[in-house]
């Protein structure tokens, strides 16, 4: 059995391995966090193993796994010093490069990083994973693998992971949730009435096209017949800078994540 060493015992570690003991996948999970309460819960909830010294942790790997604020990566690997043996590492760290987490800690890790969504908590999580050229089939695969384990996996070159993380985050449909339910509330719902309406307008609907028999031209063609109510609502949202300020939101999310290669 395969022990998977988490490096960090925060939000995304849980959910991850939330999703790890859902799916019954068979690894054996070690959390280093230098925080004991962490550690004491993910303990109490998961039955891992925990180690609060770090170059303990780091031994006792089978993959590692990067899983700490960006700010705080290059402190954290400093802190395991030299590695005397091949480590196969992921990071978690949203815009720390590849080239960054070699030049803290490199030979003989072999780095890879990940983006998993907190959502791989249900099994539904999508994971966007980038590696550099001449990585083996083999270590790709332990990588890709332990992903899937809860949710999609897609692999993308390193240039577009910053696009991707501004992207993908579930805080998208939690935040359109709120807004919509809220504006919904306004026009006189209450509060579960308009919670659930608006989750069927967000959630049922995008459902309907992953389930790919459909286009999403051809869904918004269905939904919003023209001069009708959802076409109003949508040209009307438009007309006040829906889709800029959904642009703008992208853009700075670009910029906050390539701030943190320069850190």
């Not at 890709?144 to 384990?149: C, N, T, V, Y």
Request: hydrophobic residues 45%; charged residues 25%.
């Amino acid at each position: 059995m395969s022990t998977v060493v988490f490096l960090g015992g925060g939000r995304i570690t849980s959910a991850m391995i939330a999703g790890l003991r859902l799916s019954k996948a068979r690894y054996r999970l070690v959390v280093h966090d230098r925080n004991p309460g962490k550690l004491r819960k993910l303990k109490k909830e998961y039955g891992v193993a925990i180690e609060p010294d770090l170059k303990n942790a780091v031994r006792q790997e089978d993959l590692l796994v990067v899983a700490v604020r960006p700010d705080s990566v290059r402190e954290l690997l400093r802190g395991i010093g030299k590695v005397h043996r091949p480590v196969l590492a992921v990071s978690l760290a949203a815009g720390v490069p590849l080239r960054a987490l070699r030049q803290t800690l490199g030979v003989p890790v072999r780095w890879a990083r990940a983006m998993p969504s907190p959502v791989c908590r249900s099994g539904g999580g999508l994971t966007a994973v980038t590696f550099p050229r001449g990585r083996s089939l083999r270590d790709r695969r332990r990588i890709r693998d332990l992903f899937a384990s809860f949710g999609q996996v897609v692999e993308i070159p390193e240039g577009k992971v910053d696009a991707f993380t501004v992207t993908y985050s579930s805080s998208h449909g939690y935040h359109a949730l709120a807004t919509l339910a809220a504006a919904a509330e306004h026009a006189g719902l209450d509060r579960k009435t308009a919670l659930l309406a608006s989750a069927h307008g967000l959630a049922d609907g995008i459902v309907a096209w992953r389930e790919g028999k459909y286009s999403l031209e051809s869904l918004l063609a269905e939904a919003a017949t023209p001069g009708g109510i959802a076409a109003t609502t949508m040209a009307a949202a438009d007309a006040a800078g829906y889709r800029r300020a959904v642009r703008k939101g992208v853009i700075e999310g670009l910029r906050r994540a390539r701030s943190n290669a320069r850190k």
